[in-house]
């Protein structure tokens, strides 16, 4: 039988550039008026997103009322949103309760974390610098808030509120949840049972229970419990509370990092001659980290949603805030534009949140393709 | 005359119900070079990795020029301070580069001063003729160059003794001769080492000890030459026929 396989062996011309691609724009035009039917739907569909932007940009634009120190103002016939709610309240909204004459101390807070955060977004600065940088922003923000040294009026942590306190709650959480991840995760792996047991037991009772509950408990059963002479303040309890919530599913998050780890790493490591710490210090966990991080920042971003339910201890964050601030009679009727101003608020800095852990997950994926893959 | 640097004897180990190490003893003297081979799942691997602590061995005893492990975290250290492992899968730390993957060790685990481990690793990855990557990720090189970087980086401490666990077996047929190459130089210059290999070529130009394990345990141990030609028991002889096949 003869072989029917064949192969043509190339002519030896030289390389030449690959034929020009369809840009993006031409591209999409094209695949939008594919044929007669997708184009007609595409027009149909057009006519359908400009009948309800339409209004909702007259709504929200071109009727609205930005200024007035009057609602009467935004009751007239053909307004459009009351954005003048906001304006009126926004001392309210940003600061909570904290007494009037010493809210700039919330604004300088305000102030210095979204000015240490945009300075450290592009990582230009060394981590050490950034991370210490971060706590002197979060001591400078308990004494200013706190109050009593200085100078400063004291003002009681009931009093708290608003954007400095939602700051506060989130940087604690975090702050001390993702050490207490990290231990949970290594304890959960431990080669000791007694350890391993206990942390896993941790973690799951604490996934097992609404945010709620654990607030609950830390804010209101927890002080039952303890000494009458042990008081800690309120405010603690339940972030407390919050660490360890967010630290049992972030601890999650971390071992699948630490699983994620050939064990070929630990190995090289060791024979390294290099001691326990010093693996999980310089090569463990910075890669455990890395692979961990989108998972990570899911967390982060929840936990600082989560700052919300400090409103139901009495606590107003800022979406308590805005809520207190809607019950004035005059405005009351405005609270879609001031929930629509918080959402607003939430969503930039969730999404600013979002966009610096996908530009450090960028900066990891470009160094952790393992050598020979 | 020095301590040899490797002696194990009546090395036994079990894998749960598995008995994959079989009254082992062997000795490694200084300046010489051992070849293990065996097929795959004779007991290579895990016996070389008993040897810096990788593995524990149930019974018999392991010792690395003079210090016997003997279970305390103490002779681990001792035991790895002396001695250096180069993997099949290289293991380089992904996330640093070249260099720092050759300074990490010694400047955070031994106290060597940031400047004097950068110069000793710019030396040695001139020996392996990598020079000019000390600043790239691992994963921005070859199979061929990771496992000489893998090699430099255990000789920062200068170990009396290296072992070899298949160093070849993951590369590109044409990076195999660069890495042999390296491993060579270091033999002649008299490093004691044990390699686990299936290159037989680089066992008769280097071994002085050929050991052909099977079933977890040693079945014969000759110099390369007689070896090679005429394996004395037949399990050897089979092996020999095997590896020989694609020459």
Redesign the interface.
């Known amino acids: 039988m003869s072989v029917t396989s064949f192969a043509t062996p190339g002519t030896g011309a030289a390389p030449r550039p690959a034929p020009e691609a369809e840009g993006r724009a031409a591209g999409t035009l094209r695949r939008l008026f594919r044929s007669p039917l997708s184009g007609a739907l595409t027009l149909v569909i057009a006519l359908v997103l400009v009948a309800v932007a339409w209004p909702l940009l007259r709504w929200a634009v071109i009727d609205a009322v930005w200024y007035a120190p009057d609602p009467a103002a935004c009751r007239a016939e053909g307004a459009g949103a009351c954005w003048a709610v906001i304006v009126e309240k926004h001392r309210v909204i940003l600061f909570g309760a904290f007494p009037y004459e010493q809210q700039w101390r919330g604004a300088v807070i305000v102030a210095l974390w979204l000015g240490w955060a945009l300075l450290t977004a592009p990582r230009l600065l060394p981590l050490a610098v950034r991370l210490g940088g971060w706590v002197v922003v979060f001591l400078v923000s308990l004494v200013l808030m706190r109050g009593g040294i200085l100078g400063l009026a004291p003002v009681g942590t009931d009093l708290w509120g608003g954007l400095p306190l939602t700051f506060l709650i989130f940087g604690g959480t975090v702050a001390g949840g993702l050490p207490l991840a990290v231990a949970l995760a290594l304890g959960r792996r431990s080669d000791w049972p007694v350890i391993s047991f206990l942390c896993a037991a941790f973690v799951e009772c604490v996934r097992g229970f609404p945010l709620l509950v654990v607030l609950f408990f830390a804010a209101l059963i927890l002080p039952l419990f303890l000494p009458p002479e042990l008081t800690i303040d309120k405010l603690l309890r339940a972030e407390i509370g919050m660490i360890v919530f967010f630290a049992a599913y972030a601890a999650e998050a971390v071992r699948g990092g630490l699983q994620a780890l ?1 064990d ?2 630990e ?9 326990y710490w ?1 693996r999980l210090r ?2 463990v966990l ?2 455990a980290i ?1 692979v961990a991080l989108p998972a990570l920042f899911n967390d982060i971003i929840r936990a600082f949603k989560n700052t919300t339910f400090f409103s139901i201890l009495g606590l107003f964050d800022v979406l308590g805030a805005t809520k207190a601030a809607l019950q004035d009679p005059d405005w009351v009727r405005y609270g879609l534009e001031g929930y629509l101003f918080v959402f607003l608020l939430y969503f930039l800095i969730c999404t600013g949140l979002s966009l610096y852990g996908r530009s450090i997950e960028r900066d ?1 994926l470009r ?7 | 005359m020095s301590a040899p640097a490797v002696e194990i004897s009546g090395l036994n180990k079990w894998f749960g119900p598995h008995h994959v190490l079989r009254d082992v003893s062997l000795g490694l003297g200084a300046g010489e070079k051992l070849v293990l081979c065996g097929p795959s799942g004779s007991g290579k691997s895990t016996l070389i990795r008993c040897i ?3 593995e524990s061995f149930q019974e018999g005893s392991v010792t690395l020029c003079g210090r016997r492990l003997d279970g305390t975290a103490a002779a681990l ?1 001792d035991v ?2 002396m ?3 180069v ?1 099949q ?7 640093l580069t070249v260099l720092e993957n050759l300074t ?2 010694p400047v ?3 106290g060597m001063a940031r400047a004097a481990a950068a110069e000793r690793a710019r030396e040695l990855l001139a020996r392996v003729r990598l020079s000019d990557q000390a600043a790239k ?3 921005q ?1 070859s ?1 061929g160059q ?1 496992q000489r970087v ?1 090699i430099a ?2 000789l920062m ?1 200068a170990p009396r003794v290296l072992l070899f666990d298949e160093p070849t077996s ?1 590369l590109d047929p044409e990076m195999v001769h660069e890495v042999l190459e390296v491993m060579e130089e270091l033999a002649a210059q008299g490093q004691s080492m044990i390699v686990v290999t299936h290159e037989m070529g680089f066992a008769r130009r280097v071994a002085d000890l050929v050991v052909f394990m099977d079933a977890g345990e040693i079945v014969e141990a000759t110099d390369p030459e007689s070896f090679f030609a005429a394996p004395r028991s037949p399990r050897a002889a089979e092996f020999v026929a095997q590896i020989s096949h694609g020459d």
């Open positions: 050939p070929g790493q190995e090289a490591a060791k024979a390294l001659g290099m001691s010093l310089k090569v910075p890669q890395a990891n160094r952790l393709r393992r050598a020979g893959e | 810096i602590g990788l250290r790895r301070a001695s250096g492992m993997f899968s290289f293991n380089l730390f992904p996330h990490i060790g955070h685990g031994r990720y691992p994963g090189l199979g990771a893998a980086r255990t401490l993951a």
